[in-house]
């Protein structure tokens, strides 16, 4: 019974180190700290970001050898998880904002703008 049990914990520290490591590795787009981000991008350049009345306003690029279904491949199955609801194809809501993903032309490097916004 006492094996079993220190079994059990064992199995249960060894999952919770490992969950915590995949956390730990887990990226976010800069200036939206909960958007992750898409595992081929990076990105470079500070966001751009203010508060208006209605809310935060933030626009980050994001850049990186993939393609743009791959991206948006990631976002679709990510974002939900998140509470984010689809509403257009690079358009997603969530508690009165809205993300908007834009592609920049196909190139070697892929370009992503993400902009944040409240809801009107």
């Keep these: ?21 995949a956390l730990a590795q887990r990226r976010y787009i800069a200036g939206m700290e909960d958007v992750p981000l898409a595992p081929a991008l990076a990105t470079p350049e500070p966001p751009f970001s203010f508060d208006s009345p209605q809310g ?5 690029y994001a850049k990186g050898a993939t393609d743009r279904a791959s991206v948006l491949a990631f976002y679709t ?9 689809r509403e257009e194809e690079t358009l997603f809501r969530r508690d009165g904002e809205s993300l908007r993903l834009e592609f920049g032309p196909p190139a070697r490097t892929l370009t ?5 916004a409240p809801t009107l």
């Design 1 to 21: 019974m006492l094996r079993r049990s220190l079994l059990h914990s064992f199995a249960g520290l060894v999952l919770g180190l490992a969950s915590g490591a």
């Design 56 to 60: 935060r306003i933030v626009i980050s």
């Design 77 to 85: 199955t990510s974002l939900p998880q998140l509470g984010w609801r």
């Design 112 to 116: 992503v703008r993400f902009t944040l």
